[in-house]
């Protein structure tokens, strides 16, 4: 199977889950009441949740700084911050896009290696999972309804997904900690392709190692939790704060600890490979806030659609604007290999 193929099949399954996704979530709609609700909100107050977002942004820009600092220190804010929004906005338009863009971005603009700073991409991502493990165990603290009956899936998954996410934690620690082991199977692997091939592999497999290289640093530890507290923090403050957009807090008394459990289930959502997790994100939401705190099925509709368009066209709409101002091109960040003039800009490997 070629790539070009592979790729279409990608994307076709991410069109189809979307689709499929925004069935289950709008099947029955009644369009009239709909609209007679989304004409009739406060919209300061939903727009309010956009800063709010972008705010989070920084606080991730200052976490991946810990993450790369190993590599290169005094990097640019500005150039993590437009990293950030491009990634961000090519998920919007192709799923997973943003994880292989961040890296081509900060390479390009301060002459990271892609494979190094994938690798602290990957880092991030293992975080976000521990965050978001986090919230599922706060919920029963905060919630005392039929979370199991409605969601009988959630507490199996949440282990799966933590036990997978500490096993390759602790793979990519140990290859980073014993470059010597990796080099071993790394020379069985490719006993049998050309030593210029074999050397490729090697030196990306050990540039991506290098992302995780903070971890040598543990006087950085502390500020990275913090960090990563404050980022979904501000996540659980966005799905708040539109709660009076819609009148949530008084009609059927929604708090931060109802947008806590909106948001630790909604989360789910973006973990399914639909664009900006459209479809994904909707369905979550309306089934959390109708099945757990009994919100009219329109409201529901009503309050993920707005709280998903916000965030989907204003990051679209700032990574537009930094992929065209920092003269970025997709067909370079969309090759399966790195080229070898980008491999010898790599940072020097840990022994």
């Known amino acids: 199977m070629t790539q070009r193929l592979r790729t279409t ?5 991410s069109i189809v889950l979307t689709i499929a996704f925004l069935y289950l979530a709008f099947n029955g709609t009644d369009f009239p009441k709909l609209w007679e609700i989304l004409s009739g909100i406060n919209y300061w107050w939903a727009l309010a949740l956009f800063p709010i977002l972008i705010l989070s ?3 991730r820009v200052l976490r991946w700084e810990y993450f790369l600092r190993p590599v290169k220190k005094d990097l640019r804010f500005r150039n993590l911050f437009s990293a950030i929004m491009v990634g961000y906005m090519m998920n919007n338009i192709l799923p997973r896009a943003g994880e292989l863009v961040r890296p081509y971005t900060i390479g390009k603009l301060e ?3 892609r494979s190094t700073a994938f690798g602290t991409v990957l880092m991030e991502r293992i975080f976000d999972v521990l965050s978001f493990m986090s919230l599922i165990a706060l919920i029963p603290l905060v919630y005392s309804g039929p979370l199991t009956q409605t969601f009988p899936w959630l507490e199996q998954t949440g282990l799966w997904i933590t036990v997978i996410t500490f096993a390759f934690l602790g793979l990519f620690v140990f290859f980073m900690l014993r470059r010597d082991i990796l080099v ?6 490719t006993r049998h392709l050309s030593p210029k091939r074999a050397q490729l592999i090697e030196r990306i497999m050990h540039s991506f190692l290098d992302g995780f290289l903070f971890l040598k640093e543990p006087k950085h530890y502390l500020m990275i939790v913090i960090l990563s507290i404050l980022v979904w923090g501000l996540y659980i403050v966005m799905m708040y704060v539109p709660f009076y957009a819609f009148g949530l807090t008084e009609q059927y008394s929604l708090d931060l600890t109802s947008a806590l459990v909106v948001q630790a289930i909604s989360s789910i959502g973006f ?3 639909t664009p900006g997790a459209t479809g994904s994100y909707h369905y979550f939401t309306i089934q959390t806030l109708t099945k757990l705190y009994g919100v009219d099925q329109e409201i ?6 707005v709280t998903h368009a916000i ?5 679209t709409l700032f990574g537009i604007y930094y992929f065209l101002r920092d003269k970025l091109h997709m067909a370079e960040v969309m090759k399966e290999e790195l080229p070898e003039k980008q491999l010898s800009t790599d940072t020097s490997h840990a022994s």
Do not use: Q
């Open 57 to 59: 942004h920084i606080f």
């Open 184 to 189: 071993r199977i790394l020379d069985y692997i």
């Open 111 to 113: 002459g990271i290696s």
């Open 311 to 315: 965030g989907f066209i204003g990051i």
């Open 9 to 13: 099949i990608k994307y076709l399954f």
């Open 271 to 273: 973990a399914i490979p």
């Open 300 to 305: 529901a509709r009503s309050y993920a659609t």
